[in-house]
């Protein structure tokens, strides 16, 4: 199918560090997707930027308030029935706060080099793939 006739969504992820572990969440399984894994996140609204959408997302989701950086990756992938424009971004949470899990089936903090054996939406593969071979700064925080 062409780019151009499927419906195409902006999402935004956030890249959470602690140490050398990253935070990922397991969609849910009635949802498009369910079971894959996926960094914290969502979609971006009509009225909002990347990062006010991110922090709204990990309110809603994680039930957290979080600090939004700088984009760090941008990537483009179709799916049968959507194409998703996906943005990494730098984000933090205070040490002393644990993200919940409201809207995934579970989360998890995940070792980088562990990340390639969770099955991983396809839209993130890539970033997983960057993440792993470390081109991928991992931000501090």
């Known amino acids: 199918m062409f780019l151009e006739m499927l419906p195409r969504i902006r999402v935004v992820a956030g890249l959470f560090c602690r140490g050398n572990r990253v935070l ?7 949802k498009p997707r ?6 914290p996140g969502g979609k971006v609204e009509s009225c909002e ?3 006010s959408a991110l922090a709204r997302e990990c309110r809603e989701e994680l039930g957290v308030d979080v600090r939004v950086g700088a984009a760090l990756r941008h990537t483009v992938h179709e799916y049968p029935d959507l194409v998703v424009d996906l943005i990494l971004l730098t984000a933090s949470m205070p040490a002393d706060v644990e993200a919940q899990s409201l809207d995934a089936h ?4 995940v ?23 470390g081109r ?3 931000p501090r925080g």
């Open 111 to 133: 070792e980088i080099e562990a990340l390639p054996t969770l099955a991983f939406c396809e839209a993130d593969q890539e970033l997983v793939a960057e993440l792993v071979a």
């Open 49 to 51: 930027d990347d990062a």
């Open 34 to 39: 369910g079971l894959l894994w996926e960094f």
């Open 136 to 138: 991928i700064a991992l």
């Open 24 to 30: 990922v969440q397991q969609r849910r399984p009635h």
């Open 106 to 109: 579970q989360l998890l903090w």
